[in-house]
């Protein structure tokens, strides 16, 4: 076996993670007449369901503030007899009060009886039902995957130093490192390395310290990451509001730790911030909504790894990575697809791509790519043969599957122009280019230009004007990795020196 352990971390990465799961329980089979497509060792543990039946559970760590999770806790509900009990000790009158639990969700309660899915395939449940991530969710956690961390008194959005003291102190409470982490990584028998999601301006600086832990205890383990940036980009900051100047310093920061810490990194953008391709003009897409919209991210993601969980296949995340990173100085990847409609495709088809990462316009050169084309009929890979021909791609730089349809669980939103269908026609892709060395531009050009004005918003998010030029510095590095030793503005990244300030 060669067992990925998932970390998921923040709002977005749970309800993408949701879904992502629950595309995985419908590859199970329960005969023998029947193959999956996938090698469930890989992510999937022995474990227990609520009746104590045994079952699959992921091989998960998932991170979010305790009032995120709906009906998943760790917390067993106090019964007052016991809460009497406690009190033997105190004379005076005790007053009880029990905090009123959760109700179980629509779609749980619909999946407990089975004419109550109909209205699931009809589309029925709405996004005004969804009220967390857990409400949805059709498979079962083992306890050390659930992580609730303590919800803040106040708002620690985008302050890269209370994120990792938040880190040092739920570690320090529930031993995470030598307690669930290391558990979930013993029973593995041959352990590759990590695919993480996480929510950079909630889960930054926390993602940050967990990283540097695990890579000081598994230094050779390969990371795979994808990171969900804020809503700002540095060129659109407007310099008197420090919310917003907080919110490009901890996605700089995130991004030099990435860049640093994991193998190869996809900076993801908010939903709404999405390339509008043609294709999503035939679907009904909600980018506010949180349950839709990761929806749409989260088949992507699963679709664009899974050749890593292929049956029988050699491949994992150190080959798979190697590939796309075959300079090694390209530890960032644009993470972009298309779901196609019924019909048959055509040449062109397959030049609407839509970007879901942070990249810039110009030069759209691929150092590497890595497609996955699902639920192709004849037709359609005649097309992609035309297609692929008088691609400017060859192997091995360009690589690609074809491989069964994207399937649709009851639990997936209700997008479709049409009829709800059993299973989607898409394609998902994986590359390295020259193109994101603008965007890392930005953030180091705003970096340098925040060292030198001294802004407040520096010790807000608790950084010294010292670690902001060396910040600056390690941006520009990540941009000469690219073969880009320039900005827009013809500006140096060589030294950020004192006489610079």
Known sequence: MREIIHIQAGSLPNYAGTHYWNTQESYFTYDDDHVSVADFSISFKEGRDTHKEPTLCPR????????????????????????????????????HREQEQIAQSEYHSLLEHEDGLDSVEEGKVFDT??????????????????????????TVESNWSASQEIFRRYD???????????LLIEDCHNFQGVQMIQDVPTFGGFSHSLLTAFRDEYPKATILSFACLSNIAPNDVNLGNSLQIK??????????SLGELCDL???????????????????????????????????HLETATLPLRLRGSIENLQSFIGHLNWR????????????????????????????????SNGDHTSFAR?????????????????WNESHALRE????WDHLPSYPIPTSFPSIFPGPRPKALKMMSSLSTSPSIAGSLSSFASFVESMAKRRDRALSAVGLEEDEVRELANALWGLVDGYGENEDGDGHSSENLGEDEE
Not at 172 to 182: I, K, P, Q, V, Y
Not at 247 to 253: A, F, P, R
Not at 396 to 399: D, L, Q, S
């Open 172 to 182: 320090e409470d529930t031993e995470l490192m030598e307690g669930s982490l290391r």
């Open 60 to 95: 998960l760590l998932a991170f979010d503030h305790k009032s995120n999770f709906g009906t998943l806790t760790k917390d067993p509900p106090v019964r007052v007899e016991e809460a009497r009990n406690s009190q033997a000790t105190w004379d005076g009158d005790v007053i």
């Open 247 to 256: 919110q490009v310093l901890n996605d700089g920061l995130s991004m030099r």
């Open 396 to 399: 091995p730089i360009f690589r």
């Open 265 to 299: 990194t996809a900076p993801i953008l908010p939903p709404p911030c999405w390339e509008r391709g043609s294709w999503f003009s035939g679907h009904r897409i909600d980018h506010k909504s949180l349950y839709q919209s990761s929806a749409v991210l989260s088949s």
């Open 129 to 154: 039902k969804i009220r967390y991530w857990s409400d949805y969710s059709r498979v079962s956690f083992d306890p050390k995957s659930i992580q609730a961390v303590p919800d803040a008194f106040e």
């Open 370 to 386: 890595r497609d996955v084309y699902r639920g192709f009929s004849q037709e359609d890979l005649a097309a992609f043969n035309t």
């Open 328 to 359: 090694q100085s390209s530890p960032f990847a644009v993470l972009g697809g298309t779901l196609y409609s019924q019909g048959s495709l055509i040449a062109d088809d397959f030049q609407d791509i839509a970007s879901l990462s942070l990249h």
